[in-house]
Every structure is written in structure tokens, then in C-alpha cells.
């Protein structure tokens, strides 16, 4: 067991440098076959899983749910004999099965819809991001820090020298008291 173990952290390690050479490039893309491609993607998050995955799960728990509350409906718990004294009530539970059919479903949407708000605010994110650096005519990463930007390096050469942030060397408004970067005073 432990011999697999290590082949398969050194095949993964493999796997994960040769992606990384061949497929992720940006520049990579073009040569790559229609299969290339879509790996190109997956693995550069082009496009997310996610929002498949999840709409299947909330098509999934609505139907339990639902189904969950209507065999509710037909269920009833028979009542214990305490040794023929007593005789607790059967009980029905079909209060509980239309309580959740009415109610299970508003909380399985909510729940999702929270989910799939937070996943739609990253995409927006990430498109917002995208418009910017095309607008820019810039092919840097989105998660590039300031002082990387090309827009920010042209001010950065541009300004003078007490307009620059002594600890990050983000370029900033002169006369600036904190830096908007860092959030350092720079006086």
C-alpha cells in the first residue's frame, strides 16, 4: 500500500509540472488540439463546474425533500404496549410530511441561491477583471500586485519621488497621507 502511495504522489507531481509546461500557458493554447483546448480551460478555470454541480444538488434535495414530506403523509408510528397496562397512541405524522413539503423546498432555495450568489459575485469578479485587462491592452495576471501593473509602473516612473509609497512603492496622489495600497502612513 505504501508503494502505491508514492507512486501515485510521483505520477501527480509529474502530471502537475508537464501541465504546467505544456498545457497552462496562455501561449500554449493555439497549439493545442479541440481535447488541448478544453483541458486548457478546465485548468486555467475558464469556465466553472460548479454551477452544474450545484443545480443538480438543489434539483436533487428539492425532490427528497418533497418526496421525504409525502411519504410522511402515509406514515404512521404504532403505539407501545407497556406490559398491558398502558398503551401509548399510535401516532400520525402526516403534519410533519406537509410541513415539510410547503417548507422544505423555500429552505433548500435559499440555501442554494446564497451558494450560487457567492459563486456568480466571484464570476463577476474575475469577467470585471478580464474587461480591465483587455480595456488595458494588458496581459499581465489578474492577480498581479500593484507595483507589477503596467499602468501602475508608468506612474510609478512618471511621479515624483515624494508621491511614491516609501513601503510598497505604490504610486499615490501627492501630498497623500496613508497609502491606498498598503494603508501605511507615508509621511
Known amino acids: 500500500m505504501q508503494t502505491i502511495s508514492i507512486l501515485t504522489l510521483v505520477f501527480a507531481i509529474l502530471a502537475t509540472v508537464l501541465a504546467f509546461i505544456f498545457v497552462v500557458p496562455a501561449k500554449r493554447r493555439n497549439r493545442l488540439n479541440a481535447l488541448g483546448k478544453v483541458v486548457h480551460d478546465v485548468l486555467n478555470f475558464k469556465f466553472l463546474f460548479i454551477e452544474k454541480v450545484l443545480q443538480a444538488l438543489y434539483i436533487f434535495a428539492t425532490a427528497s425533500v418533497i418526496f421525504y414530506g409525502f411519504f410522511l403523509l402515509f406514515y404512521v408510528q404504532k403505539g407501545y404496549n407497556f406490559g398491558g397496562y398502558y398503551r401509548s397512541p399510535d401516532r400520525w405524522f402526516g403534519g410533519y410530511g406537509l410541513l415539510i413539503m410547503l417548507l422544505g423546498p423555500i429552505v433548500v432555495r435559499i440555501v ?9 459575485l466571484i464570476k463577476n469578479v474575475i469577467q470585471i477583471n478580464n474587461k480591465l485587462k483587455s480595456e488595458n491592452n494588458n496581459s499581465e495576471d489578474i492577480f498581479a500586485t500593484p507595483i507589477a501593473s503596467a499602468v501602475n509602473q508608468q ?30 502612513r507615508t509621511q
Do not use: D
Request: aromatic fraction near 18%; hydrophobic fraction near 40%; proline fraction near 10%.
Open 112 to 120: 442554494f441561491e446564497s451558494v450560487m450568489m457567492f459563486i456568480l
Open 155 to 184: 506612474a510609478y516612473y512618471a511621479a515624483p519621488a515624494s508621491s511614491i509609497c516609501p513601503h510598497c512603492g505604490y504610486a499615490i496622489e501627492p501630498g497623500s497621507t496613508f497609502c491606498p495600497y498598503c494603508g501605511q
